[in-house]
């Protein structure tokens, strides 16, 4: 079935009131998520929602909490979740970024105490919007085997990037997980009975699988690029996880939650913000003119898939599982 974004969003933000959020804050959170949905990220969408009032029940997630910042040093901010929702605290982690790389030309923002943030695309998007460059990365609870095991050790350990673009024209972003696939991704395709490419899971016993069931009985995801995606993980998640104050997710004194770290880099520190916007423009339409290869048909730029779901989505609406649009509505009549 398909839902209008304008629909999923009242549905949401009738559900997260409920459950004694406020009404700003549920708007905010409910529209982070229906946006994953618009943009085609269905695993970091409204079906977050159950988990999310699981969190609030287990004392989580305070529904009430506000995030609130520290500047630590010049350049350094602290934000402290204070148990909010994660989509507040980065928010407020862009915000302070955006106020401090004015001064500075650059900045680095942690968060303490966080919970899911969502995409983190969507704060590094924001960034890009204020003529800064943005990064984000963040460790996660363990659920990828290292490059060689078969346990878990690492988390899905995210990392997002985003530059502006001609003016009026969303940005150039890069968001991906360190495993080959993100779990919530996992997630949808376990619930609809499909499976997966090779190399992507490993069941209980460690042996190659592509069944998404066996990751939820004991298995483990593996990070892509073989090794390369292994490294770059391991530095994510010793840098989200130990400044953050998190915790590496397999080690004693681990906290639990997303050790969110965003980096911003002010482009007029370093040049004119209008040329870096038409170079990049002029750069991405140059991939764009690449001749195709065979089994291909043509150069995307990163971005441009979610663009494309956006405004198909926005015509035709989002599409959702009934079994996941009755678990909405059960939801909001508790």
Same mark, same amino acid.
């Given at each position: @079935? ?19 959020? #406020? ?12 946006? #994953? ?12 929602? $159950? ?11 305070? $529904?009430?909490?506000? /995030? ?5 040093? &010049? ?12 989509? %507040? ?32 695309? &969507? ?18 609870? /363990?659920?990828?085997? /290292? ?49 997966? /490419? ?38 994510? &998640?010793?840098?989200?996880? %130990? ?7 397999? @080690? $004693? ?27 990049? &423009?002029?750069?991405?339409?140059? %991939? ?47």
């Amino acid at each position: @079935m398909r839902v209008a974004a304008s629909e999923l969003q009242q549905l949401a933000v009738s559900i997260l009131t409920g459950a004694g959020v #406020s009404t700003v804050d549920a708007q905010r959170v409910a529209a982070s998520l229906v946006r #994953s949905n618009l943009l085609g990220h269905d695993s970091h969408g409204v079906r977050r929602l $159950p988990a999310y009032l699981g969190q609030i029940r287990a004392g989580q997630i305070d $529904p009430r909490a506000r /995030p609130d910042a520290e500047q630590v040093r &010049e350049g350094a901010v602290v934000v402290h979740g204070n148990k909010a929702f994660g989509q %507040l605290a980065a928010h407020r982690a862009v915000r302070e970024l955006r106020r401090t790389t004015a001064k500075t030309g650059a900045g680095i923002a942690t968060i303490r105490d966080c919970n899911h943030v969502g995409r983190l695309g &969507e704060y590094v998007a924001e960034l890009a919007e204020h003529d800064l460059i943005g990064i984000a990365f963040g460790n996660a609870d /363990p659920t990828v085997a /290292p490059y060689g095991g078969a346990e878990r050790r690492l988390g899905t350990n995210p990392l997002a990037w985003a530059v502006p673009r001609a003016a009026g024209a969303p940005p150039i972003v890069l968001d991906w997980a360190t495993s080959g696939v993100a779990e919530g991704k996992l997630a949808l395709a376990r619930d609809r009975g499909e499976h997966v /490419p090779e190399g992507l899971v490993l069941d209980r016993d460690g042996r190659a699988t592509t069944d998404p069931g066996d990751f939820y009985t004991g298995g483990a995801l593996l990070p892509f690029g073989g090794h390369k995606g292994y490294g770059l993980s391991v530095l994510i &998640e010793i840098v989200g996880g %130990l400044i953050s104050g998190t915790g590496i997710g397999s @080690m $004693p004194g681990y906290r639990g939650g997303f050790g969110t770290v965003l980096a911003a880099f002010d482009i007029a520190a370093f040049g004119d913000p209008r040329q870096f916007r038409e170079h990049t &423009e002029q750069f991405r339409a140059e %991939l764009r003119r690449t001749r195709t290869a065979e089994g291909h048909t043509g150069v995307q730029v990163p971005g441009e898939p979610e663009e494309r779901a956006r405004r198909e989505r926005e015509r035709d609406g989002i599409p959702l599982a009934e079994a996941v649009w009755q678990e909405l509505h059960a939801l909001s009549r508790e």
